[in-house]
């Protein structure tokens, strides 16, 4: 189902992704970025023409120079009624948002799992545990990982960081816990895109995680991120082919906290 998908992703975004008020186009943005710092992105998530629910992201600091990221992700209306889903996600990352730990309670349809990760730097290892509270069963893993390695929404913070110039490709080391890879991330093209009435000048981005990759599914996923030092993630598309389709998440509030 579409919910299935996108938490997947950490909310796609979501990928998901990182975080005054979106109606401020990009040329109105200051020149020099505050990225990253506390703030909080609300996204309206869109399927087949109708709304599918909603995406919220807190980036708050953390002890020392680290930072919390919390995701809450929760279906709407008719996609409610068909598979309901309420999931939360919690991330604590070092300043550069390297993953140091990250638990995922996922309520969808009949399921309910929470899975846990923990990142040991020192030791190079990512550890994996996933509980499911209606079979009550337990799986755990663990893989080897570079010393700063990202879960999905610390990924997407890092990409504001430093993205790759127009026309270049960066990759990334991404893990899901249960499966650790270099992700290409590809900056693709200079567009326009108009998101709450408003219009931005921002950059096409591909992460390549489809396709057997970090995800076994096909599909691609594309971020637009603003032109400007904040690279605000203000669109994120999933192309899913049949039976999903695509899943559009266009940013419909922004906060500094």
Same mark, same amino acid.
């Given at each position: ?38 703030? $909080? ?71 309910? *799992?929470?899975?846990? !990760? ?5 030791? $190079? ?27 999905? *929404? ?30 290409? *991330? ?22 390549? !995680?489809?396709?057997?990759? !970090? ?31 695509? *899943? ?10």
């Amino acid at each position: 189902m579409i919910f299935s998908a996108v938490s997947r992703f950490g909310g796609a975004f979501v990928l998901v992704g990182a975080l005054l008020n979106t109606s401020v186009p990009a040329q109105q943005r200051p020149k020099e970025s505050n990225f990253p710092c506390p703030e $909080k992105l609300t996204y309206r998530i869109e399927w087949r023409m109708v709304n599918a629910g909603t995406a919220i992201i807190d980036q708050t600091h953390a002890p020392g120079d680290g930072w919390n990221l919390n995701l809450n992700l929760q279906s709407a209306g008719l996609v409610s009624r068909l598979y309901r889903v309420v999931d939360t996600y919690k991330v604590n990352t070092g300043e550069r948002f390297c993953g140091s730990s990250a638990a995922l309670d996922a309520q969808e349809g009949k399921k309910h *799992i929470v899975t846990r !990760l923990t990142f040991e730097s020192s030791r $190079k290892r990512v550890s994996y545990e996933e509980h499911d509270l209606v079979k009550n069963a337990t799986t755990k893993k663990e893989l080897d990982a570079p010393p700063c390695t990202y879960e999905i *929404i610390g990924a997407l913070a890092a990409l504001r960081l430093r993205p790759p110039d127009l026309g270049k490709a960066m990759t990334v080391p991404v893990t899901n816990g249960k499966k650790l890879v270099f992700a290409k *991330i590809e900056a693709e093209a200079r567009e326009n895109v108009n998101v709450s009435g408003k219009n931005y000048s921002a950059v096409r981005y591909e992460a390549f !995680l489809f396709d057997n990759v !970090l995800y076994k599914r096909k599909g691609r996923l594309f971020i637009w991120m603003t032109d400007d030092p904040e690279h605000l993630p203000v669109q994120l598309q999933l192309h899913l082919g049949f039976p999903i389709g695509n *899943i559009t998440i266009q940013l419909d509030k922004e906060e500094k906290l």
